[in-house]
Nanobody, 121 residues
Framework: QVQLVESGGGLVQTGESLRLSCSVS????????MSWYRQAPGKEREGVAC????????WYGDFVRGRFKISKDNNNNTVYLHMNNLKPEDTAMYSC??????????????WGHGTQVTVSS
């Protein structure tokens, strides 16, 4: 059984940082591209970041603008999203997903339940 469990969300102030973690079981990280998506209330889900199965390539949503970095630890089967200089518009539920290839279009095979990030102004 595949499980993706996110953690690390919380309430922070504008300009602060957070590191989200996605603990994966039931699949090998070197066999899937791993992504982070987010969805704010009343808005569509959007792709935040993706890392290829090999770890050699990464993609980011345009709104990231160098503030976030996705990484993974294959030995611990964990994917990370380091978020710096957070803004109130980054407030959303952040979910981890496993995809066959990076598209940031929501075509994932497996999803986590998400972790809430709230940025106060």
């Amino acid at each position: 059984q595949v499980q993706l469990v996110e953690s690390g969300g919380g309430l922070v102030q504008t300009g602060e940082s957070l590191r989200l973690s996605c603990s994966v079981s039931g699949l090998r990280l070197d066999g899937y591209s791993m992504s982070w998506y987010r969805q704010a209330p009343g808005k569509e889900r959007e792709g935040v970041a993706c890392i290829s199965s090999s770890g050699s390539s990464t993609w980011y949503g345009d709104f990231v603008r160098g503030r976030f970095k996705i990484s993974k630890d294959n030995n611990n089967n964990t994917v990370y999203l380091h978020m710096n200089n957070l803004k109130p518009e980054d407030t959303a539920m952040y979910s981890c997903a496993a995809e066959r290839r990076c598209t940031l279009r929501g075509n994932a095979e497996y999803w986590g339940h998400g972790t809430q990030v709230t940025v106060s102004s």
